[in-house]
């Protein structure tokens, strides 16, 4: 261990510790721009400078590690001054339009600006040139307000390993984006947002589709339903104060219905009708592979994250076979809205509107893809994110914390806990194995409290292996086969599982990818700022919904049940081809 | 953007622009193996091609497995490496102070004019090339703008349309001479 002291107070820190993590170990706050946790430090920004004694300048405290003895100050007249500067040169050069700007509730710069006690700005710099960018589905960037931290360069290189933005340029004309400050869908991007999820101010945010759903809602002649993914009732607080994890399913059911939307509905329900159709289908494949003795594309991997689809499409058009046919819980929503529901209440698919609340922009390009129209027309026609929401429950003056607790409405609104695990990373593999084991044997997943341990929390890949015994007769050829599952999030990681796969160097059967890191609970949609410590606890809340429900496996969904007897047949049958499976083409990169 | 149908700039030999970058091809792939290669991997293309055209800097970001939006990044960071192609003539008007004062901004705007292009652009004919430089060591003779390695001084705004079309004739009696040996 390593000694220093911080402000007067002893400290004491593992080698190879920084300033920054000894300062957080200790309970001090030092700011940070361009810094991101878990990735190696750029040192550009200068926000985060200390002095230390005996050195001449001030250091960067995200880039300096500690030595022993080492005597550090963190809130002198020279520290607070240098850093009141920084702050002053970037509003500078900014376009600073806060009222008019998406991230004035949580903008770092502007809080930056506050805490520091920015009262007015001594220089008055040239300021950079409007570049705005909405060329894509899911989001859009402001380049006048980017401040060149760079954090959306790392996430997007370091994090998902897909590297579509850069600096372009150099000195003040420097602009961080896509190559030769083109736009972004001229370059392969997977719309996931995690640059939006990072940007500390209003330079990437998604491409909004609030106006859109108000109009709607407005229009008498629509019939205008919500659809709710599993990933926002732990995350949606967040946005009114709540601790992260707080889980709100009743409020925010309410708060739909006060907005307006003729029918609240989850799409955890099509999560769990997911599970049913995904794990036939994997079954399907297995038995090919082990009873006919064809060949079959193995590992078969989930499909719910549109980020990922994207991902194989450009880079792995190899594993295409391999994925899963099945559409995201999003689209069969969509999908069976349209049909099986607008049935019900007497009303066309063109006379329906789908809404849905995703964690995620990339849900945004999804329900977008020309071939999601299984309905005859767009099967989801708005989709908005969880900080859309909040901002549409914010305009319409509802006291979100104050409200009752609601219930979904059916039929479509019944969910499982197995569907609410959705959410994170691990857990639609975990769903799958709750249902497939038990279609297998006749029994319960024989683990504690039916959670595969192994499987869960932050590791980037993660892998469990499953014996199967005591089949029951339609399932013995699987009779001593050792199942062997992934799971991966984050695309950095999924490219590294995914090496692996194609160089034989590891087997398995069946594989969950999801984009982002932690799973949709960390999408790009979410409230930010998400770091690791807020993931665990959404994951601890989401945990928590699936462990509060008596309904904790998918194929004892009532309504799902229903809904295969009264219109779908069988998984995988011909309605079920027809409006809950899709395929994939394969991409270009640039 | 993309016309690979253009010739080499070296002007003696009439290979094109894909049969030259499937020639660096090799060169290039040898280049992918090594650490810091990019740079001049892009150097050797740029002289090659007088440019970078897109498909170059999309091949090259392929062989070294790295992103485009990243080597476009390079590429856009040192002046040195040019995205347009440079035509035949590449004409360059000092700006230096001297030839400043002494109407240097002039000419140049009359040859914008003149050229239907900025700096740093190329006519579509691929003959003319615009740019700028900070004294040519000829401030006795202000203004002066060089055409390759020919200078001219003393130059007036009113004559650069006579000096565009000398180089115009050149550049036709040379490709007559072509048109004869071939
Ligand atoms: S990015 Fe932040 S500082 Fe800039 S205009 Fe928006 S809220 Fe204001
Ligand atoms: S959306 Fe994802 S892939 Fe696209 S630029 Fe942002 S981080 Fe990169
Ligand atoms: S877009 Fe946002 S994250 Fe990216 S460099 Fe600009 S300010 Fe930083
Ligand atoms: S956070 Fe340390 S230099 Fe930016």
Request: with cysteine.
């Amino acid at each position: 261990m390593i000694q220093v002291t911080i402000n007067g107070a002893p400290v004491s820190v593992k080698p190879e510790t920084t300033i920054l993590q000894a300062a957080r170990q200790a309970g001090i706050t030092i700011p940070t721009l361009c810094f991101l946790e878990k990735n190696d430090p750029l040192g550009a920004c200068r926000v985060c400078m200390v002095e230390v004694e005996g050195a001449k300048t001030l250091m960067a405290a995200c880039a300096t590690p500690c030595a022993d003895k080492m005597v550090i100050h963190t809130n002198t007249r020279r520290v607070r001054q240098a850093r009141k500067q920084v702050v002053e040169l970037l509003l500078s050069e900014h376009d600073g339009n806060c009222q008019l700007c998406d991230r004035s509730e949580d903008c770092e710069l502007r809080n930056l600006a506050a805490d520091l006690g920015v009262r007015d700005i001594t220089y008055q710099g040239a300021k950079a040139a409007p570049l705005m960018d909405t060329s894509t589905p899911a989001l859009t960037r402001d380049n006048s307000k980017c401040i060149k931290c760079r954090r959306c360069v790392t996430v997007c290189s370091s994090v998902q390993g897909i590297g579509a933005l850069f600096p372009q340029g150099r000195g003040f004309s420097t602009v961080i984006g896509p190559a030769f400050t083109r736009k972004l869908d001229g370059v392969a991007c997977v719309q996931c947002g995690q640059c939006a999820a990072v940007c500390p101010v209003g330079a990437i945010s998604e491409h909004s589709a609030i106006e859109d759903v108000w109009r709607m809602l407005d229009d008498k002649t629509k019939t205008v339903v919500v659809q709710t993914a599993p990933a926002i009732r732990a995350a949606l607080g967040e946005a009114f104060g709540l601790p992260p994890g707080t889980r709100v399913t009743g409020k925010m059911v309410s708060a739909l219905r006060q907005l307006g939307f003729h029918a609240v509905f989850d799409t955890n329900f099509t999560a769990d009708l997911t599970i049913l159709e995904e794990g036939t289908e994997l079954l399907t494949r297995l038995k090919t592979a082990l009873v006919e003795e064809k060949k079959v594309a193995l590992p078969m991997f989930t499909s719910c994250s549109p980020g990922w689809i994207k991902f194989a499409e450009y880079y792995y058009p190899q594993f295409l076979p391999n994925l899963s046919t099945c559409k995201s819980p999003q689209q069969m929503f969509g999908a069976l809205a349209k049909t099986y529901y607008a049935k019900k209440i007497d009303r066309k698919p063109e006379e329906m509107v789908v809404v849905s609340v995703m964690p995620c922009t990339a849900k945004k390009f999804e329900s977008q893809r020309p071939e999601m129209n299984a309905s005859g027309v767009r099967d989801v026609d708005y989709v908005l994110t969880t900080r859309e929401l909040a901002r549409m429950i914010r305009e319409a003056g509802i006291d979100f914390n104050a409200l009752p607790d609601g219930e979904m409405d059916s039929p479509l609104g019944l969910s499982s806990g197995a569907a609410d695990i959705f959410a994170n990373t691990g857990g639609v593999m975990e769903a799958a194995l709750r249902t497939a084991y038990e279609i297998v044997t006749g029994r319960e997943l024989p683990v504690d409290n039916l959670h595969v341990k192994a499987i869960e929390g932050l590791e980037g890949v993660k892998e469990a292996a499953l014996t199967i015994k005591g089949t029951v007769p339609e399932w013995s050829f699987l009779e001593g086969v050792e199942l062997r599952v992934a799971v991966s999030h984050g695309l950095g990681n999924t490219r590294r599982l995914l090496e692996r796969i194609k160089n034989g160097e590891a087997t398995y059967h069946f594989v969950e990818v999801m984009t982002c890191p932690g799973g949709c609970i960390g999408g790009g949609g979410q409230p930010r700022f998400t770091d690791d410590s807020v993931r665990l606890k959404r994951i601890a809340g989401i945990y928590a919904e699936d462990e509060g429900k008596k309904l904790r496996k998918s194929h004892q969904n009532q309504q799902v049940l229903d809904l295969y007897a009264q219109f779908l047949g069988t998984p995988l049958g011909h309605t079920s081809h027809e409006l809950l499976h899709t395929h994939y083409t394969e991409r270009k990169t640039d | 953007m993309s016309d690979t149908t253009g010739n080499c700039c070296c002007g003696n030999c009439s290979l094109t622009e894909a049969q030259i970058i499937e020639e660096l091809e090799p060169m290039l792939q040898e280049y992918a193996s090594k650490p810091g290669g990019v740079i001049p991997a892009l150097q050797i293309a740029q002289t090659r091609l007088g440019y970078l055209p897109e498909e170059v800097i999309k091949r090259i970001a392929h062989l070294f497995g790295k992103p485009y939006s990243e080597v476009a990044g390079v590429v856009t960071f040192y002046s040195f490496f040019s995205t347009v192609p440079r035509g035949t003539y590449l004409i360059r008007v000092c700006l230096g102070t001297a030839c400043y004062v002494r109407g240097g901004n002039e000419l140049l705007q009359a040859l914008k004019h003149k050229l239907g292009i900025d700096v740093g652009e190329t006519t579509a004919d691929r003959l003319f090339s615009l740019g700028v430089g900070r004294c040519f060591g000829a401030c006795g003779m202000a203004p002066v703008l060089m055409v390759n390695d020919d200078l001219h001084q003393r130059v007036k705004a009113t004559k650069v349309g006579e000096i565009l079309e000398s180089y115009r004739a050149q550049a036709a009696t040379q490709a007559e001479k072509e048109a004869v040996k071939a």
